[in-house]
């Protein structure tokens, strides 16, 4: 089984102590977000290898403090870090991202540059983060990760009801204004975000987007990556998980943890 840790919320950054005590515990039980009364359990055995720990997180110091732990035990086991460099308006508490990439670099050399993915998620537009802070920014961060990532996932806002309501809050409030990308606008900017990746040695792919963005230089690929498990530990997974969007190319996983319980409050975020 595949276990996602998690599309909820942040375990590694904020939940880690109850997600190694699960680990000790060797199970979780999961509630429907849609229905409370359905609850499941997922076994957190180590089995025969075959239960690959898939992490998403904004701050890998956790998982790196525990890198060899969650070896010994048995885990195959990616990570995933979202790092984006937006102002604090849009992330009021993100630790800063030169930190961050410092750790993933560590994390790297520890467990191999395939094994840890940076996001880029999501490609927010907006008067403080317009085309120019998005082709410097992300130029900035592809360098200091240059050589230690292998991949960067990018996605384009979705503007879901709670984070519409919140970015609409700092509209009034003047702390900024939409952007209003237009086609020549949006092809520019992602195909300078697919150059500059390029330019860093990594591939760069598309996360659940409705239109293919492989125009752009952007492939579209899958986050709890099939093909990547099947390359790295040589299992064989089929089919798409039918939980996710339509346009998600994930296989099957378990998602643990809950929505509502990350505290990092970025005002984007589907999650809170």
Known sequence: MIISVSRRCDIPRFQFDWFMERLNAGFTDVTNPFNAAQVRRISLEPGN??????????????????AEELTNRGFPFYVMVTVTGYPVELEPDMPKAQEVCAVMKELA???????????????????ITNEEFHLRNFKELALLLSGSVQRVIISLYDEYRGAKQRIQALEKAGILRIGQNNTSNLAHLLTSLAESARAAGMEIQSCAEAESLEPFGIKSGACIDAALIRELWGLELIGKDKNQRSACLCCKSADIGSYGSCTAGCRYCYAR
Do not use: C, M
Request: proline share 5%; hydrophobic share 40%; aromatic share 14%.
């Open 49 to 66: 290898g075959d239960n690959v720990l898939v992490f998403w997180t904004r701050d890998p110091g956790n998982i790196l403090a525990h």
């Open 109 to 127: 050399l520890k467990l191999g540059r395939e094994r840890v993915i940076w996001r880029y998620d999501p490609v927010f537009t907006s008067s």
